[in-house]
């Protein structure tokens, strides 16, 4: 079983910056590497929508087209954390993030559906 634990969520101002880290335990790193790890949000009242994915074997990365430029994912593979660098947040970036994994060996899936593991989610406000 795998446990995903975030945290770094808070209140930032419109323009800060934060940056959220996602925490895998429950196997060793090889058994990671070609899974893929994403971030998603959910602000209130809609739906969990794809922010981004990295691969651990190898860091290929996509974005979703509203945080591209902005936001940056990352992995450390020694300490087996993802990490999501987060600038220029806007208003609208409000939401609960989650951390997921997938280990079914997709390249850098982008569908709710597509990740089997998620992490409880972490708290981002950012005011105008």
């Known amino acids: 079983q795998v446990q995903l634990s975030e945290s770094g969520g808070g209140l930032v101002q419109d323009g800060g910056s934060l940056r959220l880290s996602c925490a895998a335990s429950?196997?060793?790193?090889?058994?990671?590497?070609?899974?893929?790890m994403g971030w998603f949000r959910q602000a209130p009242g809609k739906e969990r929508e794809f922010v981004a994915a990295?691969?651990?074997?190898?860091?290929?990365?996509g974005y979703a087209g509203s945080v591209k430029g902005r936001f940056t994912i990352s992995r450390d593979n020694a300490k087996n954390t993802v990490y999501l660098q987060m600038n220029s947040l806007k208003p609208e970036d409000t939401a609960v993030y989650y951390c997921?994994?997938?280990?079914?060996?997709?390249?850098?899936?982008?569908?709710?559906?597509?990740?089997?593991?998620w992490g409880q989610g972490t708290q981002v406000t950012v005011s105008s």
């Open positions: 997921a994994a997938d280990s079914s060996g997709r390249f850098l899936a982008r569908s709710v559906y597509e990740y089997d593991y």
């Open positions: 990295i691969r651990w074997s190898g860091g290929s990365t």
């Open positions: 429950g196997r060793t790193f090889t058994s990671y590497t070609s899974w893929t």
